[in-house]
């Protein structure tokens, strides 16, 4: 199987997306698991429920790195994406 530009662009557009949604999925069921099922206060910063209200940190604060480059990524295969469907077969 040849690996071409659209090929690898539609790679690089869709696994980061999928990546980044699966790792925001997993985090919002243990907030819900701590504040509807143990009625504790979920720990944006430590990752963990407590007994003590801690104030709401967006994921882009605690992991800039992980969603900035999730998102360069998928542009990247956006790009490719067109050049693959852009150039000519042949």
């Not at 209200?53 to 542009?75: A, Q, T």
Request: proline letters at 6%; aromatic letters at 10%.
């Amino acid at each position: 199987m040849k690996l071409t530009s659209t090929r690898l662009g539609l790679i690089l557009l869709v696994v980061p997306i999928v990546v980044l949604l699966t790792l925001f999925f997993v985090e919002l069921g243990d907030i819900r698991q701590c504040e509807l099922v143990d009625q504790g206060y979920w720990n944006y910063l430590a990752g963990h429920c407590g007994d003590t209200p801690s104030p709401f940190v967006p994921w882009i604060v605690r992991s800039p790195w992980l969603v900035n480059g999730g998102l360069l990524v998928s542009v990247v295969g956006l790009g490719l994406c067109m050049l693959g469907l852009y150039r000519r077969r042949g």
